[in-house]
């Protein structure tokens, strides 16, 4: 075939990936073919060749990016442009000046959306191209994704910059995280699934049922000695992912603020060491043995020796405490004896702050639940009739340990157990679709098999008979997802997150109580 019947983009790949793979793998081609290839490779890297290209590509979309310019408001309205995999990237002055239908209806153009601080116009994967042209014909000189990035953060508002800031955080765990996810699921597969073709399980000869009589039935791992070895293999990656969490937090954290990673890294350790009482084995636990043998004893005072194994909050707030204590040394310790005091006066009291203050405020938030689940837990064990009731807020769903918790319930049966979730859509930094969405919250406790009633929770006689039909619910805890609206029945305070944890004023009072009555 001739060198004439490719096309040039076919010329120029196949040249780059000729060139690529010899570098790659000398040592498993031929002196002969190696010098036949090089050759080859010459010959399709003529200039000829680069000329061609040039000549078919330069230019290509440079009416369309004139028109984008003129459509974005013009040079002066752009502070930062660069470009990704498909889309361009512009940090603007003003965007209300960018004619978004004007845009979209140019032809390269795909789309536009604004997110993080910036105006985005997806190209596709010409992208490079009209990146180029786009340059070319605005005069403005791209800049790189980071600083793309960093200019951004001057058209986001506060919240906007706590999410930025959060997402950039947990970004780099997020594959940890599926990994785990994934395992765990699997392994739910292997010891969690009864299989009726499996057959029946049976113990010590006798044939199990539920409390009902229902037969139960044979799990996987019940009778497959290698998926039970393999169930058991896997509880490492899982473990190690979810019980060393907070490492990755803290070295995260010290990432995203251009702090020592290696410290963050420490810091992380000292909150699951082997020297702290598991934070799994916390509940338990009774406080009079946690007194007698997890404890710093200081003469004066005691601190408790309890690990954050899975929690997310007291890294979240340690690694922060280390990188701003950091920022601080650095800032007021000369620089010839920075070396040894910044990383002593950094780690130690951000340990300090994270075992004394952050970590109990971490351990506060998302326990309803868990109490909960100690206090049914008990009611079974000493046989007592009582019944335990708890209500958890949306917001508080994006905890982990309430899911935690949820599973705990789940597995000990605990039909004496209620939770009502109080889903108003609402948490104090806004709506909790956009911080963090929970939804769908019936369909994540039914799969972590709770009994769920979903009701109106303005409507007093569905929660009366929601509560009475929880009572009949036997084997599952039941939770009751309450929809209700924030503010009801209140014009000023409705799906208003102003109002979380504030109090009316004189005047709003007055006006409450007026379209109340």
Not at 4 to 19: G, H, N, P, R
Not at 111 to 116: K, L
Not at 165 to 183: N, Q, S
Not at 382 to 399: A, H, K, P, S
Request: aromatic fraction near 10%.
């Amino acid at each position: 075939m001739s060198f004439e019947s490719y096309s040039i983009q076919t010329c120029i790949y196949f040249t780059i990936q000729v060139l690529e793979n010899i570098q790659k793998f000398p040592l498993f081609i031929t002196n002969k073919l190696h010098t036949s290839l090089v050759s080859f490779t010459i010959k399709l890297s003529s200039q000829a060749c680069f000329d061609k290209y040039k000549e078919n590509q330069m230019g290509k979309f440079e009416q369309e990016a004139k028109d984008l310019l003129q459509a974005i408001g013009g040079k002066e309205n752009v502070t930062a442009v660069t470009h990704c995999a498909t889309r361009m990237r512009f940090v603007l002055g003003d965007e209300k000046k960018a004619n978004v239908k004007v845009i979209e209806s140019i032809p390269a153009v795909k789309g536009t959306f604004t997110n993080s601080g910036q105006f985005q116009v997806i190209i596709g994967n010409v992208v490079p191209i009209f990146y180029n042209d786009f340059t070319a014909v605005s005069g403005i000189e791209g800049v790189s994704k980071e600083a793309a990035k960093s200019a951004a953060k001057s058209n986001q508002n506060v919240l906007q910059r706590i999410m930025t800031t959060l997402a950039e955080i947990f970004t780099p765990i997020i594959p940890a995280l599926i990994v785990g996810g994934l395992i765990l699921g699997f392994r739910n597969v292997l010891e969690g699934v009864h299989w009726e073709w499996l057959g029946q399980k049976i113990v010590d000869g006798v044939a199990q049922v539920t409390q009902d009589g229902q037969p139960i039935y044979n799990t996987i791992t019940d009778v497959s000695p290698f998926w039970s070895g393999v169930n058991h293999f896997l509880w490492l990656p899982g473990e190690a992912i979810f019980q060393f969490l907070p490492v990755g937090i803290t070295w995260s954290v010290s990432r995203k603020m251009g702090t020592s990673q290696i410290l963050g890294i420490v810091l992380g350790i000292c909150l699951v060491s082997p020297q702290l009482l598991n934070a799994y084995l916390v509940a338990s636990t009774s406080t009079e043995e946690i007194a007698a043998n997890w404890v710093w004893n200081f003469g004066y005072f005691t601190v408790n020796r309890i690990g954050y194994q899975a929690q997310v909050i007291p890294a979240l707030l340690a690694g922060l405490s280390l990188s701003y204590l950091e920022i601080f040394w650095r800032k007021h310790i000369p620089e010839v004896i920075s070396m040894i005091f910044v990383p002593f006066l950094s780690l130690i009291p951000a340990l300090i702050l994270a075992h004394t203050v952050l970590g109990p405020i971490g351990w506060t938030i998302g326990q309803g639940l868990s109490a909960a689940n100690g206090m049914a837990l008990s009611a079974k064990i000493y046989n007592n009739d009582f019944r335990v009731y708890t209500i958890l807020g949306d917001g508080e769903l994006q905890e982990g340990q309430v899911w935690e918790a949820a599973m705990t319930a789940a597995h000990y049966k605990l039909d004496n157990l209620v939770a009502i979730v109080d889903y108003n859509n609402l948490q104090i930094d806004g709506k909790v679709s956009d911080v963090m969405d929970v939804a769908p919250v019936g369909e994540k406790f039914k799969a972590f098999k709770w009994n769920v009633i979903e009701i109106d929770g303005h409507n007093y006689e569905e929660i009366i008979n929601a509560l009475d039909t929880a009572r009949t619910v036997k084997g599952q805890p039941t939770v009751i997802v309450a929809n209700t609206v924030k503010g009801k029945g209140v014009s000023f305070m409705e799906n208003n997150a102003g109002f979380h944890g504030a109090a009316p004023n004189d005047e709003e009072y007055k006006k409450a109580m007026e379209e109340l009555s």
